[in-house]
């Protein structure tokens, strides 16, 4: 192919050459030379410095790599017109701090090896030039061993000034006039308040990581938050989110070999309806970590309701050379070594939290189990008769509250393997009885709780479905004769995809002509149940979920179509608003919700126990 010839068209020796072009394709075929150190800053800025949140995220882990225990940012604009971040930490000398606008120049590594154990927060070296690049930047510094500050001025990457100057000891960098030079960019710069915003998640990430730091932020020459340093992770946590935030958190807290994970999850009964609340630190550096984000959703998948999510502030310590931070230009995300390994010491550490159920009652028992207050008739009301039926004795008798000749449905065998150790127990309250058949009044050292009867049940029953699958199969009833169900032709064909699936879960059926299955046998937990209505029950969930072939998978902890079948069938089965149950069947539900393991919901996410503070109802009495 002909490109012509290289031919100069005027100018001195040294201009760069004309492109080569192509008559054939009529394309320029550019030589290859080396870019201009400014045009590489500008790259460099374009990875590291993509809004104005991006410059004080880099300034401000500067400062706490430096020592800083006091940091204060100062914003105007919105971070287009004026950043400005102070430190008290170790400062540097004038040789160190004109290094320090060079590329790939840093005090935090020194070798390749390095790279393998990285435990500061920065370590490229390309932050400060990069601003520099496409701002005008002025950096003051002072180390202890110093009497005076050295102050360099850069406009566009150039260094303008020098000088000494005074000033503490620390670091004072200001950035003005950002994407001055880069009007492209600065174009494409949100509203003041929107990047406002994205400045404040930020500083307030840092802050939670590092609570003995404290933190001044000014906006627009205004003090508007104070971060006072504070020995206490929950204080910083409420000071940075707010008292409510901090309230509805329970702490988590496990260790496994040299990793460990802690720090704060919200309870099930305060969910948000995005992921903006979950903060996520590893080896104090906050991330956007899917797998650790996947592991924490994971535990409240089936205690929340669908498309709701926890919140979190979750600090994970790791070796260092388990975990890549090199994989970002921004450093948000990373690479564990072992990432199954991470995954399942946050998913547990998680779940033994909210399991712990400290959130829902005291760790106290203050009454003998089932004793009733004084006075109360020992036999549960019938329908019609009231809303209240109370259980347990009465004061002048010591007869035990009558028994039903059949108790609830799923709870007449308590499987050991399944109890959960944990302070607070169910069957150990005093049971007060049941409110407009539909709830059980619980009494506390200091409050009352309210379980609802429905939501119990039914989670009970599907943790019960659940785990009898996972150990091999549901124990069946067998019917006295076989049952015809007829069903759409769709229905059929789900049910017929599942048949070997379905066995394992303790239904029996067979093909019965072209439009009917015929039942043979049913679980035996949902023995009560109307089998025709659970075929169909069955058929129709399996054709909306449109996977029957994921049921014969392992691992039903983490297979949503078996779950949510599972749901759907303990739900449809638990016992409901309105049913009035004796007393030995509302201390059956609470022993049985201590044989599971604790979740504070329904499957579909209503809570199962309300508390209702001793302080709140006293104030309600004029007693406070």
Same mark, same amino acid.
């Given at each position: 192919?002909?490109?012509?010839?290289?031919?100069?068209?005027?100018?001195?020796?040294?201009?760069?050459?004309? +492109?080569?072009? =192509?008559?054939?394709?009529?394309?320029?075929?550019?030589?290859?030379?080396?870019?201009?150190?400014?045009?590489?800053?500008?790259?460099?800025?374009?990875?590291?410095?993509?809004?104005?949140?991006?410059?004080?995220?880099?300034?401000?882990?500067?400062?706490?790599?430096?020592?800083? =225990?006091?940091?204060?940012?100062?914003?105007?604009?919105?971070?287009?017109?004026?950043?400005?971040?102070?430190?008290?930490?170790?400062?540097?000398? +004038?040789?160190?701090?004109?290094?320090?606008?060079?590329?790939?120049?840093?005090?935090?590594?020194?070798? =390749?090896?390095?790279?393998?154990?990285?435990?500061?927060?920065?370590?490229?070296?390309?932050?400060?030039p990069a601003i520099a690049s496409v701002a005008r930047l002025r950096l003051r510094s002072r180390p202890a061993e110093s009497d005076e500050a050295f102050e360099i001025h850069v406009d566009g990457g150039q260094i303008t000034q020098e000088r000494a100057a005074a000033g503490p000891i620390g670091t004072r960098i200001e950035v003005a006039d950002l994407f001055a030079n880069v009007p492209a960019r600065r174009k494409f710069l949100k509203t003041v308040n929107t990047e406002w915003g994205h400045i404040a998640d930020g500083l307030a990430a840092a802050a939670l990581a590092l609570p003995a730091v404290h933190f001044e932020i000014q906006r627009d020459e205004k003090p508007i938050l104070v971060w006072p340093a504070s020995n206490s992770a929950l204080d910083r946590v409420a000071a940075v989110?707010?008292?409510?935030?901090?309230?509805?958190?329970?702490?988590?807290?496990?260790?496994?070999?040299?990793?460990?994970? =802690?720090?704060?999850?919200?309870?099930?009964?305060?969910?948000?309806?995005?992921?903006?609340?979950?903060?996520?630190?590893?080896?104090?550096?906050?991330?956007?970590?899917?797998?650790?984000?996947?592991?924490?959703?994971?535990?409240?998948?089936?205690?929340?309701?669908r498309g709701r999510f926890p919140s979190a502030v979750l600090f994970i310590a790791i070796p260092l050379d388990a975990v890549d931070v090199n994989v970002h230009p921004a450093k948000w995300e990373v690479r564990f070594a072992d990432p199954q390994w991470v995954h399942r010491l946050v998913r547990q550490a998680v779940r033994d939290a909210i399991g712990a159920r400290q959130w829902i009652g005291d760790e106290s028992t203050p009454s003998t189990p089932g004793q009733g207050s004084a006075g109360f008739r020992s036999e549960s009301v019938r329908a019609g008769e009231g809303d209240w039926g109370f259980a347990g004795r009465s004061a002048d008798s010591n007869s035990a509250a009558p028994s039903l000749p059949t108790p609830l449905p799923g709870l007449a065998a308590e499987t050991g393997e399944l109890r959960a150790e944990t302070r607070l127990r169910f069957g150990d309250l005093k049971l007060l009885g049941q409110f407009l058949a539909t709830y059980l009044v619980l009494e506390t050292k200091d409050r009352l709780l309210l379980v609802d009867q429905h939501a119990a049940h039914e989670r009970v029953l599907y943790e019960r479905l659940r785990a009898d699958w996972s150990r091999g199969g549901v124990e069946r009833q067998p019917l006295l004769a076989p049952i015809p169900v007829s069903l759409d032709p769709a229905a059929i064909r789900a049910l017929e995809d599942a048949t070997e699936s379905l066995g394992k879960l303790g239904f029996e059926l067979e093909g019965f002509g072209e439009d009917a299955m015929v039942v043979r046998s049913i679980p035996a937990l949902l023995a009560e149940r109307d089998p025709v209505l659970l075929v169909r029950d069955l058929a129709d969930e399996l054709a909306d979920a449109g996977a029957a072939a994921d049921l014969t998978r392992e691992g039903t902890r983490v297979l949503e179509a078996a779950d949510r079948l599972f749901a759907n069938l303990a739900c449809r089965s638990a016992r409901r608003k309105g049913d009035v149950l004796a007393g030995a069947e509302q201390q059956a539900l609470l022993d049985a919700l201590d044989a599971i393991p604790w979740a504070p919901t329904c499957p579909h996410g209503r809570p199962v126990a309300v508390p209702f503070e001793l302080a709140e109802i006293e104030r309600r009495f004029a007693r406070r």
């Open positions: 192919m002909d490109f012509g010839t290289n031919q100069r068209q005027g100018g001195a020796e040294g201009e760069a050459p004309t +492109p080569f072009w =192509s008559r054939e394709t009529g394309r320029v075929r550019r030589p290859v030379r080396p870019l201009p150190d400014a045009v590489i800053d500008q790259i460099a800025a374009g990875e590291v410095v993509e809004r104005p949140a991006s410059v004080v995220k880099e300034l401000v882990e500067n400062a706490l790599d430096a020592g800083a =225990s006091r940091l204060r940012v100062e914003i105007r604009s919105g971070g287009r017109d004026w950043i400005a971040v102070t430190d008290d930490g170790y400062g540097m000398p +004038p040789e160190d701090a004109r290094l320090a606008l060079q590329r790939h120049a840093t005090s935090k590594i020194r070798c =390749s090896e390095d790279l393998a154990a990285i435990g500061s927060y920065g370590f490229r070296g390309e932050a400060l989110l707010g008292e409510d935030a901090a309230a509805s958190l329970v702490r988590v807290e496990r260790s496994e070999g040299p990793a460990s994970v =802690s720090g704060f999850v919200s309870r099930p009964d305060r969910h948000r309806r995005t992921m903006g609340g979950i903060h996520l630190y590893v080896n104090g550096r906050p991330v956007r970590d899917r797998l650790i984000q996947h592991a924490l959703v994971e535990v409240y998948r089936d205690i929340l309701p």
